[in-house]
């Protein structure tokens, strides 16, 4: 499974990228999942529900299926967030994974930068930033840089980078 990121500071767009990079990549046939890394706590079930009771209960994981999808949760609870490989091992195969996020782990990623966002650049501090998509031209950088509007160029990159070869 080949892995490929998208990291930027919040607000920059890394979302609204991925969004647009998956039916790109599904339109070429490949199989596409993503790994979305929070910074703050989040919760995807709600109180009052089977699932919400057996984890406050204690569980420590809980699986929700239906005939449309399945969740498994999982609780930390009084353990380090697991890392970027400990996730990836429990994903399914498939063509392409793009993680969103997780922007200081070394895997290759494409930095998200909007200049408005008032931030400085990622890629002078991490070598795993291998191009940048950005909506102005960057001056001094030393990776390839790409329009952020260009959905089909930058898939083009990504593939290459990963040497994905299409049929």
């Not at 930027?8 to 039916?23: A, C, D, E, Q």
């Not at 989040?42 to 969740?71: L, Q, T, Y």
């Not at 063509?95 to 930068?113: A, I, Q, R, S």
Request: cysteine-free; glycine content about 6%.
């Amino acid at each position: 499974m080949k892995v490929f990121g998208l990291a930027g500071w919040s607000g920059s767009g890394k979302t609204t990228l991925i969004v647009k990079l998956i039916p790109e990549f599904a339109n070429r046939g490949l199989t596409v999942s993503t790994l979305k890394h929070a910074h703050h706590d989040f919760d995807i079930d709600k109180p009052g529900k089977d699932s919400f009771e057996h984890r406050r209960a204690g569980a420590s994981e809980v699986m929700i299926s239906a005939s449309n999808r399945w969740a498994l949760m999982h609780e930390n609870k009084d353990n380090m967030e697991p890392d970027l490989e400990k996730l990836l091992a429990r994903m399914s195969p498939v063509d392409l994974l793009l993680v969103e996020g997780f922007k200081w782990h070394p895997h290759p990623k494409m930095e998200v930068y909007r200049p408005i966002v008032g931030k400085p650049l990622l890629q002078k501090n991490d070598s795993g930033i291998v191009a940048i998509a950005t909506d102005e031209k960057l001056m001094n950088i030393t990776v390839p840089s790409f329009n952020l509007s260009d959905i089909s160029l930058i898939a083009d990159f990504i593939l290459n980078k990963l040497k994905i070869r299409m049929i």
